[in-house]
C-alpha cells in the first residue's frame, strides 16, 4: 500500500482558485493510478477526477469539467488538483486515493489507500 497525505485546502472565494497536492511515501506510486474524491456535509462521497499510473489518461465528473485539472509527478511521487472558477457547490472534504486501475474511480467505494483528506470552503 501506499500512505497519503494531502495539503493545499482552505477557504476561497467563488471564482478564485486552490491547488491541491497529495503527497505519497512508497516506491510503488507510480505504478498507482491516483484520484480525487469529495465529500460535502450531509452528502455521500463523489468521484472528482483521475489520472493512470503513466499520465497518458484523465478522467474528470462532469461537475469539475473545464474548472479542474488533475496532474502527477511520478519523481516527487505527488499528485495534484489544480481547481479553478470555483463555486460554493465545490465545497467539501477533498480526499485523494491510490487504486491499481483508472477505471475503478467511478465506483466511490472505500477501495484502494486514501488520505485523510483537506477542507476546501469556497464562499459566496
Known amino acids: 500500500q501506499v500512505q497519503l497525505v494531502e495539503s493545499g485546502g482552505g477557504l476561497v472565494q467563488a471564482g478564485g482558485s486552490l491547488r491541491l497536492s497529495c503527497a505519497a511515501s512508497?516506491?510503488?506510486?507510480?505504478?498507482?493510478?491516483m484520484g480525487w474524491f469529495r465529500q460535502a456535509p450531509g452528502k455521500e462521497r463523489e468521484f472528482v477526477a483521475a489520472?493512470?499510473?503513466?499520465?497518458?489518461?484523465?478522467t474528470y465528473a462532469d461537475s469539475v469539467k473545464g474548472r479542474f485539472t488533475i496532474a502527477r509527478d511520478n519523481a516527487k511521487n505527488t499528485l495534484y488538483l489544480q481547481m479553478n472558477s470555483l463555486k460554493a457547490e465545490d465545497t467539501a472534504v477533498y480526499y485523494c486515493?491510490?487504486?491499481?486501475?483508472?477505471?475503478?474511480?467511478?465506483?466511490?467505494?472505500?477501495?484502494?489507500?486514501w488520505g485523510q483528506g483537506t477542507q476546501v470552503t469556497v464562499s459566496s
Open positions: 489520472i493512470s499510473w503513466s499520465d497518458s489518461s484523465t
Open positions: 512508497g516506491r510503488t506510486f507510480s505504478t498507482y493510478a
Open positions: 486515493a491510490a487504486r491499481h486501475n483508472l477505471a475503478s474511480f467511478i465506483i466511490p467505494d472505500d477501495s484502494g489507500s
